[in-house]
């Protein structure tokens, strides 16, 4: 198994006064990061302290607080506003506006309008904005999955590293058809593979698909299919109204790594975009971490930059906050796991890197997102 120092090969190296360069592959399993990892047939394990001494590639969110990296369904009755919906984040997160009053991250953006013509695309986009976006790429073609779309994608994340956000629209015109379809083997396996996709190259892929007709408590459970897509499925996003005709409509999001969201919007038909009314679900908030908050004061734009061991840094910090308890091996342990907090909410990349006297860290001021 290899140490801490030894998984930062993967992921882009960085020196200390250096850039981090774009990542180009996937850093977030045992299989990808280590070289000595423990196998038993399939099962490949590594023990909790190797876990902990891992540090991972930050993988931020297209949409924060949003959609983080992963696959999600967004499911709705036909004609209820799904389609604009989408064309509008794709739209925003591409020209890296607030979508829905939520911050996103500029980059590439990839719409497989597969339901619509590009007649329909150009008049909607004419009548949603008047500035183009070069970061905005549409489709009215797909191959199904069959067919090798996971491939095509790979091909397109190739010539755009910076792609953030990827939206199929519907799932039924990539799943193909298969004497099983309708079982909850075959929609498992069908957002399996898109998962797959999404985690390998860190991007976020929204998947837009119908409910049925039946109501239900809970409302995910309106999603047309079994409870495979669920299950494969990072999360989801499910829009709905009282009435069809009402322009007022209510969007809840549920996911594995967030808690679960209702907002209240209403559609502006004059510019084709939904607004955002009220969140009723508090935003969740993590708990501040004491060690992201002094480092903030130890590196920050009049001090950009420090450089050493973790038990140097632990001294340090002692020193400035002599009431926290500050162990080489805590630091260590919470900045793997607190990096993308560290780097979003206080502007300081954590860097790990090996010198001829042993293992290093580095924190650098790059400014607040």
């Known amino acids: 198994m290899a140490t801490e120092k030894e998984t930062t090969a993967p992921i882009p190296s960085v020196a200390p006064d250096g850039e981090q360069p774009s990542a180009l592959a996937r850093t977030d399993s045992i299989t990808d990061i280590e070289e000595t990892h423990k196998q038993f047939g399939k099962i490949q394990a590594v023990t909790m302290p190797e876990l902990m001494e891992t540090r991972f590639r930050i993988r931020p969110a297209g949409i924060d607080g949003l959609l983080p990296v992963g696959t999600y369904l967004l499911a709705g009755a036909p004609k209820i506003g799904k389609s604009f919906l989408v064309l509008q984040m794709a739209y925003q ?56 779309l996971t491939e095509r994608l790979s091909d397109f994340w190739s010539e755009h590293t910076d792609a953030v956000l990827i939206i199929i629209d519907t799932l039924q015109r990539v799943r193909g058809r298969t004497p099983d379809n309708g079982s909850y083997a075959a929609d498992y396996d069908t957002l399996a593979r898109l998962k797959e996709f999404s985690d390998t190259y860190g991007i976020t892929v929204l998947v837009v698909h119908h409910t049925r007709k039946e109501g239900a408590e809970d409302v995910f459970n309106t ?13 989801a996003l499910l829009l709905h109204k009282d009435k069809r005709t009402a322009s007022d409509a209510v969007l809840e999001l549920v996911g594995r790594d967030q808690p679960q969201l209702r907002l209240h919007l209403r559609f502006a038909a004059a510019h084709l975009c939904w ?12 708990p501040p971490c004491p060690l992201l908050e002094v480092l903030s004061r130890l590196v920050n734009k009049g001090n950009p930059s420090w450089n ?29 796991a607190q990096q993308e907090n560290l780097l979003r909410e206080y502007g300081v990349r954590y860097v790990s890197y090996r010198t001829k006297e042993g293992k290093a860290l580095s924190l650098r001021w790059d400014g607040v997102r």
Not at 97 to 114: C, H, I
Not at 275 to 286: D, G, H, S
Not at 311 to 334: H, K
């Open 223 to 235: 999603i047309s299919g079994t409870n495979g897509l669920m299950g494969a499925a990072d999360g």
């Open 275 to 286: 607004e955002l009314l009220e969140v009723e679900t508090e935003r969740y908030r993590e």
């Open 93 to 148: 997160v591409s020209m890296g506006e607030p979508f829905l009053g939520f911050p996103s991250r500029q980059g590439t953006v990839l719409y497989l309008a597969l339901e619509d013509t590009c007649e329909r695309l150009q008049k909607r986009l004419a009548q949603m904005t008047e500035q183009d976006s070069e970061h905005l790429i549409l489709s009215v073609f797909s191959e199904t999955l069959d067919e090798g």
């Open 308 to 336: 050493g061991t973790a038990t140097e840094l632990a001294q340090c910090l002692s020193q400035m906050e002599s009431s926290q308890g500050f162990t080489p091996n805590w630091i260590v342990r919470t900045l793997n």
